[in-house]
């Protein structure tokens, strides 16, 4: 067999190994821009030129010394699955009570507009609440006689739970009373007099509707 001659072999080599060097060189480089051999091409300072196929992923510690390292240690993940937050409401109170005068007109027993943002906000607080039982008591000041206070008390502790009902708290852990005149909250001694703007004011605190909220927890709750 005739064998080729040494010089020959060489060069066919060679013929065979620049352009997959070539290659090589193009696949790291890729994201700049290089000259025909493949070499990035720099100016006179030493800076590199992206292309727009550049990304953190193909820096080269050449041109972007800074990055280089971090692509390699921080590969940007593919997804992130970010949980939401948990919110923890702060236990209910026990006991709250509501200013007549801020949830009905002097004298009625039909629920105004802001008292029913005061409930929605309630009824909003017990869904995320675990309790046994709410016992809704209505109050009116001694303005009247005590049989007219008596069911004007019974009609706003009813309307304050009818409210509450139609925002899905159920009916059955709600009971509804009306309690007249009988537990002022100011004293004897005061609002003295015949009726009267004056004493019409000094009378508020006595107006008002109670609600006792019993076994109250707080739970966690996913939003």
């Known amino acids: 067999m005739k064998l080729l001659p040494k010089f ?32 990035i091409v720099t100016n006179s300072t030493g800076l590199c030129w992206h292309d727009s196929d550049w990304t953190p992923a193909r820096a ?5 010394p800074t990055i280089r390292p971090l692509a390699l240690a921080e590969p940007v ?11 923890v409401p702060a236990p209910l109170p ?15 027993a039909v629920l105004k507009p802001e008292g029913q943002v005061m409930l929605a906000d309630l009824a909003k607080q017990l869904k995320t609440a675990n309790y046994e039982t709410i016992v809704v008591s209505g109050h009116a000041d001694r303005l009247g006689s005590a049989k007219y206070n008596q069911k004007l ?4 502790a009813t309307s304050v739970k009818d409210f509450l009902v139609s925002k899905d708290i159920p009916a059955s852990r ?7 005149e009988t537990e ?17 004011a000094c009378l508020q605190p006595n107006r008002r509707v ?3 909220v019993s076994g109250t927890q707080a739970v966690a709750m996913t939003r």
Do not use: H, W
């Not at 080269?60 to 972007?64: A, K, S, Y």
């Not at 993940?77 to 919110?87: G, M, R």
């Not at 009971?175 to 007249?180: D, E, Y």
């Open 60 to 64: 080269v510690e050449q041109c972007d």
């Open 153 to 156: 008390s019974e009609s706003r």
């Open 174 to 180: 709600i009971s509804a009373s009306g309690k007249g």
């Open 210 to 212: 109670d609600v006792e």
């Open 8 to 39: 020959l072999l060489t060069a066919m080599a060679a013929t065979v190994l620049i352009p997959a060097l070539a290659a090589t060189q193009d696949a790291v480089n890729q994201g700049y821009v290089v000259d025909s051999s493949g070499q």
């Open 94 to 108: 026990q006991k709250m009570s509501f200013s007549g005068d801020a949830l009905f007109a002097f004298d009625k």
């Open 77 to 87: 993940p593919k997804s992130v699955v970010v949980a939401p937050p948990v919110v």
């Open 184 to 200: 002022p909250v100011t004293k004897v001694d005061e609002c003295k007099g015949a009726k009267s703007a004056k004493v019409i």
